[in-house]
Each structure stands twice: as C-alpha cells, then as structure tokens.
C-alpha cells in the first residue's frame, strides 16, 4: 500500500486531542484503565486470523513467530491491567506530621505519581506487534494514566492502521476520549521530528536503530521544554564464556549459540554480537563447532532492504578491519544473508571504535582474551549493552567477581547461562542499559517496571483530606 506522510496539521490535531484526554484519564480509576487493557487485549486476539497474515505479508516473519509475538502482546495488555488493579500506578508515600523544629520536625508529606501527559511511542520494524501500536511502550503508558500517540512503523502500514482502529474502537466502546489512543503516520523524518517537537507532547518512548533513536533525543532535548525521551537502541550483548564450561558442554552451548545469533536472521537487539572466548584448547573447540553451526543455519530475508544494506556495510566494515579473520564468511546477493563468523583479538577490538558498533543481523565476532584483564577491557571498549552473558561463573573466586562487577557495570542484564534473546515480560526485568544501549539506562522498556517510566513524583504537603482519600490517584 502506498503510504502518505500525515501533514503538521493532521499530526497537530492527534496531539491535540490527547492532551485534551489527558487530564480525566490521569484521573481514571484503577477499573476503568484494566478494562482498557483487557478490551485491548481481547480485540487482539480476535482479529488474529485477519491481523497476523497482514504481519507475515509485509514482514515475513511467519506465522509461527508472529502469532507467539500477538500471545506476547495481549499477555502484557493484560498483565500490566493485573498491576493497576494492585494499585501499582498510584503507589505513595504518606509522611505524617512530626511535631517540632527542623530538622527533626516537618509538615505533612504526601508522595505521589503523576502521568506525564501525552506519549510519542515510535513503533519497532522488527516486533510488529509486540514493540509496535499495541506493544509494551503503549500498554505502559495507559496502564501510567497517559495518553499515547503512536508513530507508526513505514515497514508495516497495513498491520499499524488494523491495530490502530481496532484501538480506537476499544477506546470508543468504553467510552473513553478518542485522544487516548491516536496514531500519526509517515516514512519522512519530519513526521517524527514534529510529533517529537510539539509542545503537549511530554515523553518519547522509542525502540530502533541507535542513528534514528540519538537524532530524535536530540530534538527532545532541544525544545524549548526538553522532554524525557526513553530510547532503547540497539546493542552487541557480548557472551563471555570461561575454558571450563566449554570443556563440558562445549557442543551444546555452539548450537544453541549459533541459534540465538541467527534468530529472526539475527534482527533481534539481544542478538549476541560479541564473544569473548580466553586462549585455551576448549575455546578452539568451540569456535570449530560454533562455526559448524552457523554454517548450516539459512536464517530468512530480512525485514528490509535497507536493513540488509546496512548488514551487509558492518560484515565489510569487519572485513576491512586489520586483525580480523573470518571463520564463516557471508555471501553476496542472496535474498536472505548467510551467517557471519569472524574472529580478532582484545587489543583489536578495544583500539578500534569501528568494530564496537553493532551488526544488526546474523553476524557475531569472537574476540579472544588472554586473561580476565582483557576480558574486563573488552567489556568496557562495549560501553553499555542491554545484556552481558557470562558461561562458567558458578565458583566464587576473585576473577570470577571481577568478571560480574565489570558485567553489571556493562549491561542492564546479565545472565549465568543460556541465551540473552528472549526477553521475559515479568516484575524483575531489566531491559535497558548504559549508553549507547539505551538513553535512560536506569528504566526498562519491558517488564511491569516500564510503567514507571511515564509516572512523576510529587510531593503534596499538608494536603486536605479529600485529597489524601484519593490514595495516591490524581484528582
């Protein structure tokens, strides 16, 4: 379908709408935002049949991923409604007078959480469903009390404008402002920039490249009001893997390693991009069988051809760089990429900024270490990640430690075994790191945590009583 650029009006128009919803859905009651998210929830599982053949034709992710990913999305819909019955969104602090002077006397405090206002959620290329229209950046949100306007994803139009007027008709059915669900649409910049840029805007909430994700906080950051901009942009999720693990399960762990690269041909953002083997036998072993692996593994095509261009740019960027080898190299002008393995060492990697950028699809690089020293240095050339995963930690000893400080000092989740794709949608996850994984690295974008992200505190001090009775709701 030809997709048309909505013009500064049409998308001043949404805005405007949901700051006018602002206020009564700030103020809406624990039962009336869980029956938005159920009804949301509801409508989406209804219209599977019609919704996920739309998905599969203008993604090709098949049926298989794509109905797992629409189970995924009602499950969050209805999990965050779970957490706004359990009074999660209007939790406070009630600090009773103390008599007396300061510092030990004070007035009374109250602390509560106030909705931002109005959310710009940019839709994900690479979740359809559940980083796109309905995901968790807009369940989040309206579970906050705020409402959302939704930059649709220009890979997916048909998908985007279903689930958007399946939305809007929950909203309608309830009765609730239309503003509290609004969509914009175009595959300009300028359709971004000026939904970002407009004044009752009051947070971005993102999922994508780290180019497109840095250039929208820029423009958050330059109104002459900056907003909070929570931007999830990608990251190499480096596997550390010990000799001794690897003398143990050294075949095991190359299959289900080389199944997490090539997973969604590798276009997930916990797609392990970097491996960080030390010199030993056991290492050897393991990239032989790692390479094995991959070499059998036909991932499918890629979600764009622009995606594929800038796939194949970072293989060739890999390529052109001194000290690096290939151990699986990719092939030209297939529709869908071959795996790419290739292998360097720790002083290659960490004085070369070129090969610390991701590779988003189906390409890992070994870095080989000679000591937990270099594993640390590796570690720190990364900067930040969404995930470190650490293979043969179970004995407490001080390399061990070193290498677990330097893993939470990298990444906003670190893992002890398997894989770090998948992402669990539950109460203790952490899905955001350090920069430049994300913009805000001490918030998720998944887990029941998001909420968080869209919820301000303030303090009301000697509040009157009906105020108080309100329990941490807005009035």
Known sequence: ?????????????????????????????????????RGLADALEAARDTLVPLADRESHLGPVRLNGELDRTAFQ????????????????????????????GHPALLRVRQPLGPVAMFSASNFPFAFSVLGGDTASALAAGCPVVVKGHPTHPELTRATAELASGV??????????????????????VH????PAIAAVAFTG????????????????????????????????????????????????????????????????????????????AFVEALAAALAETRPHTMLTPGMRANFDAGVARWAATPGVQWRVAPTEGDDAP???????????????????????????LVVRVASTDEAVAVLHAVGGSLTVTL???????????????????TAGRVLFNGVPTGVAVTAGQQHGGPWPSSTRAETTSVGWAAMDRFLRPVALQDAPAWLRDLGGRPC
């Open 171 to 192: 909203v309608q059915g309830l009765g609730l402002p239309a503003g509290v669900f609004g969509l914009v649409e175009g595959a300009a910049v300028s359709v971004g």
């Open 338 to 364: 071959t795996p790419a393995l290739a292998v360097t060492d720790a002083t290659a990697f960490t004085t070369t900024p070129a090969l610390h950028d991701e590779v988003f699809g189906p390409a890992a």
């Open 77 to 104: 819909l209805r999990g965050f409604a779970t957490r706004v019955e359990a009074g999660d969104p209007f939790a406070h602090v009630d600090d009773p007078a103390v008599a007396g002077g300061p510092p030990v």
């Open 209 to 284: 490249s780290f180019r497109g994700g840095a250039a929208l906080q820029a423009v958050a950051n330059a109104r002459p009001r900056p907003i909070p901009f929570f931007g999830e942009l990608g990251s190499i999720n480096p596997v550390v893997a010990r000799p001794a693990v690897l003398a143990a399960q050294g075949p095991a762990l190359a299959t289900t390693l080389a199944g997490s690269i090539t997973l969604g041909c590798g276009q997930f953002c916990t797609s392990p991009g970097v491996i960080v083997l030390f010199d030993d036998p056991a290492s050897d």
């Open 1 to 37: 379908m030809t997709l048309t650029d909505h013009t500064p009006a049409q998308i001043d128009a949404t805005v405007a709408a949901a700051a006018a919803a602002a206020d009564s859905f700030a103020a809406s009651d624990a039962s009336t935002r869980a029956a938005l998210l």
């Open 391 to 409: 293979w043969g930690a179970d004995t407490d000893d001080a390399d061990t430690r070193t290498l677990v400080r330097a893993a939470m000092q």
């Open 195 to 198: 939904l970002v840029q407009h």
